[in-house]
């Protein structure tokens, strides 16, 4: 067993570390204040491969791994939890549904525009009734002729109102349940396709989340991605991998949250001297620190595993259950050392913690993780 990162490695998390540090973090309280979508600094993290991390070179990505992919992002969401999250949207759901159940054909026409972020995709699957229940998805794709037409609305979508292309799911079977939706690619500016409500956010504010709207919207059968019927079992392999990257992320705000903290103890002073000095304080870092460390190697552990081509179900469930619950706590604890400081605007624990919580929301509640860890032991021990 060898738990360092290479050489490689290293130098990408320098790399993305100085990246953040010089140009996202000058902007991050704005871009949370305004509710601005950062699209120069998405633009600038194509360039530098942090939007296709783990594509092949010749669908114009970096050719990367998960373990690599996951120091991307946890690297962006140490310093904003809002960007590390766009590019995971980005990278683990869209880009990688066309990926893995594109025909060549729409892997070449898309991909090398999403790795580069000349476009910036999105993932639609959740509706008011329908996320991990596939059968409460509402929206339908009605074939006709050589088209089809799809009719509803997706809710919470990740980047809804600045994508060039949107993944979506509908029913094209009402009788097969999760094995009558398939999923589509549909381009900005189709007619009847169109961004909704922008949601106003507790955390993640820099994110842009919305509806997606589909009225009558006509699209060509050859924007079909995968087999008639399999879009939510192909969805069910997207989350994951997608998972990996919501653990990763929650390294990262858990990681930006502890360094905070512990910067603040050694400055703070009470009683004449650091709090940093105070047994309270110092086991509460202590705990901060050694929940991290982990999440980290779960989280790891994971994408190893989907790099050497392993079944992943589990072990990225509890990578993101633990982490996500982790940061949680990490943040939680970082706001209680700041004091009454930690609860203004005027420290960066307060968005940490305002952030965190999505991450035991998004790509399946922690809820859902453990239905999901349930029933791969339950099977694997039958």
């Known amino acids: 067993m060898n738990f360092e990162f290479t050489a490689e490695q290293e130098q990408l998390r320098r790399s993305v570390r100085e990246f953040a540090e010089a140009e996202i973090k000058p902007h991050v309280n704005a871009w949370d204040r305004d509710n601005v979508f950062p699209l120069e600094v998405v633009r600038k993290l194509g360039a530098l491969g942090c939007m296709g991390v783990i594509f092949p070179e010749e669908y114009g ?3 990367l791994g998960y373990i690599d992919y996951s120091i991307v992002v946890e690297e962006l969401a140490r310093v904003d939890p809002s960007v590390g999250l766009i590019v995971a949207a980005h990278n683990s759901l869209c880009s990688n549904h066309i990926y893995l159940a594109g025909s060549e054909d729409q892997k070449r026409r898309y991909l090398p525009r999403l790795a580069t972020a000349e476009w910036i995709g999105c993932w639609s699957l959740t509706e008011p009734e329908a996320g991990s229940d596939a059968g409460g998805t509402r929206t339908q794709a009605v074939r006709d002729g050589e088209e089809w037409i799809l009719d509803g609305a997706k809710t919470f979508t990740t980047n809804a109102h600045y994508a060039d292309l949107c993944v979506a799911m509908a029913v094209t079977d009402r009788t097969a349940s999760s ?5 589509f690619l549909i381009e900005r500016g189709t007619p009847g396709f169109r961004p909704g409500k922008k949601e106003d956010k507790l955390g993640m504010r820099a994110s842009d989340t919305g509806e997606v ?3 009558g919207c006509r699209i060509p059968g050859s924007q079909l991605l995968g087999n008639p019927g399999e879009g939510f079992i192909d969805a069910l392999r997207i989350l994951d991998g997608g998972r990996i990257s919501i653990a990763a992320l929650s390294v990262g705000v858990a990681q930006g949250a502890y360094e905070a903290a512990l910067s603040y103890a050694r400055q703070r002073k009470q009683f004449g001297r650091p ?4 047994q309270a304080i110092q086991f509460k870092l202590a705990d901060m620190a050694t929940s991290i460390e982990a999440a980290r190697l779960l989280t790891c552990r994971a994408a190893w595993l989907k790099d050497q081509g392993r079944a992943v179900t589990r072990q990225s469930a509890q990578a993101k259950l633990f982490a996500s619950e982790a940061a949680v706590s ?6 209680q050392i700041h004091g009454g400081y930690g609860f203004t605007k005027d420290y960066p624990v307060e968005k940490f913690y305002r952030d965190v919580k999505l991450c035991t929301i998004g790509e399946g509640t922690s809820e859902i993780q453990r239905l999901v860890i349930a029933r791969q032991l339950l099977k694997s021990n039958a």
């Not at 094995?179 to 999923?183: E, K, L, R, T």
């Open 61 to 63: 990505g970096a050719g």
């Open 179 to 183: 094995h009558g939706v398939s999923a």
């Open 213 to 215: 709207i589909f009225t």
């Open 275 to 278: 709090i940093s000095e105070f």
């Open 330 to 335: 990490v943040c939680n604890e970082a706001v």
